[in-house]
């Protein structure tokens, strides 16, 4: 299997969609903790100082202080913060276990454990959650009962008593867990069927311009995989913009399609010309980006909240805008120019260079790159184009891998009858 069909198939798959719908479930937990935290932790220092329980406020110090760390490291993978935030749980009911004995703050924490794990980081992880909670209970209980621990002494309180308390917290945490993940895995199975109908119906709007460009179906994969590493390199920068979320890639990935949807109202005598353009027809072919965004925007007044339906409109009503302010249909500049839009704009011209055309032989990779970095400040977004230099030898590779796999390049007779340097707009 070649690169770029590997990569096909990462792009179809939904494993990033339930990683962001995780993040945002972890976020929304965690950051809530956090804040309600705050007096929590403070008291609890103040009182374990006070007793003189030293290991328990350095405890408490570190447990908090990785909360904070897993919330606000921005580069942290979201799979290990989410190792981390349910070994937190653990880690604070084991500790209020070994520290002060059969508490109910311990056991409510043990209790979250494997529920939170199934939720972050799947079913079977849940599993293993509940063994460890298991063994824990039984190996305190051990402890317990030989005074290996310094608990406050509970009259009454036995070895029974605490056997009968944890086969009754297992069971009912097994119920819990195992109802949560049942109920997530329904979820996320209605999650891919509605993402897969989006994906379909995304592709569907996007051939109707392809059926009547000659184009083949690698070039829309090419955009979206340009797009998608574009963005994500982008949001690695530490001045990237608020709205380079995971979302944000995740949308681009799909919408960047949509940027020639317009061409569905190009006459073909224009879109089909094998040749350099007329001033008329150039200004004509000009309207496209105002019909992409026209159509696109028709389907919002029935889906207002369909957020990729927007940043399609937005790529195809601004993929042509300059950042200079030069560009059409509206002469938009610089940060005017919507984000989706100036990403889509930079990758559709290296996939406009570097792609065969029955009216222009291929530029070269490097070709493309310099024309890319010569367009600097002017046609791009001055950094969107220093974020493609650090990638751009993996564009390369797509590029190379993709036209390798497609047949419709394989033979392009005319390539030599045209000067390269003739150009058309993509």
């Known amino acids: 299997m070649s690169p770029f069909a590997g990569l096909l198939r990462e792009l179809t798959a939904s494993n990033e969609s339930l990683c962001i719908w995780r993040k945002v479930v972890f976020d929304r937990i965690f950051t809530t903790l956090a804040f309600l935290c705050i007096p929590v932790y403070f008291t609890s220092v103040y009182l374990c100082i006070v007793q003189g329980l030293w290991p328990m406020a350095i405890f408490n110090t570190v447990v908090y202080a990785t909360l904070l760390l897993i919330i606000y490291k921005n580069n942290l993978a979201n799979r290990l913060r989410f190792i981390i935030g349910c070994l937190l749980a653990y880690m604070i009911g084991t500790g209020f276990l070994l520290a002060i004995g059969p508490s109910g703050a311990g056991f409510f924490w043990l209790f979250l454990f494997p529920p939170l794990t199934g939720v972050l980081l799947g079913r079977n992880a849940s599993y293993w959650a509940q063994i460890l909670n298991a063994m824990s209970l039984v190996i305190v209980g051990i402890c317990g009962h030989y005074n290996w621990l310094p608990w406050p002494s509970i009259e009454g309180y036995n070895s029974i008593i605490w056997a009968v308390v944890c086969i009754n917290f297992v069971a009912a945490n097994a119920i819990l867990t195992l109802s949560v993940s049942y109920l997530l895995e329904k979820l996320f199975s209605s999650l891919q069927s509605t993402l897969t109908s989006r994906r379909a119906t995304v592709i569907g709007l996007a051939k109707l311009a392809e059926y009547r460009d000659n ?167 001055p950094r969107l184009v220093e974020s493609f230099m650090s990638v751009h030898e993996q564009f390369q590779q797509l590029s190379l891998s993709s036209l390798d796999d497609d047949p419709a390049y394989t033979n392009v007779p005319c390539l030599q009858a045209v000067e390269p340097s003739a150009q058309k707009v993509s």
């Open 215 to 381: 184009e083949t179906g690698a070039h829309l994969l090419r955009m979206q995989h340009y797009a998608a590493l574009l963005a994500s390199q982008r949001g690695l920068d530490k001045d990237a913009p608020n709205e380079l979320t995971g979302s944000f890639v995740e949308e681009i990935t799909l919408s960047a399609v949509l940027h020639d949807i317009g061409k569905v109202g190009i006459a073909d005598a224009i879109l089909l010309k094998p040749g350099r353009l007329t001033p008329e027809e150039f200004e004509n072919i000009k309207a496209h980006p105002v019909i992409g965004a026209e159509v696109l925007d028709s389907l919002i007044e029935f889906a207002p909240q369909c957020s990729f339906i927007k940043m399609g409109r937005d790529i195809a009503g601004g993929h042509h805008e300059k950042w200079d302010g030069s560009g059409y249909p509206k002469g938009l500049k610089g940060l005017e120019i919507p984000l989706s839009a100036r990403i889509v704009a930079l990758v559709d011209v290296y996939d406009a260079l570097t792609s065969p055309r029955c009216y222009k032989k291929p530029f070269s990779h490097f070709e493309a790159v310099r024309v890319i970095v010569a367009g600097k400040g002017k046609h791009f977004d």
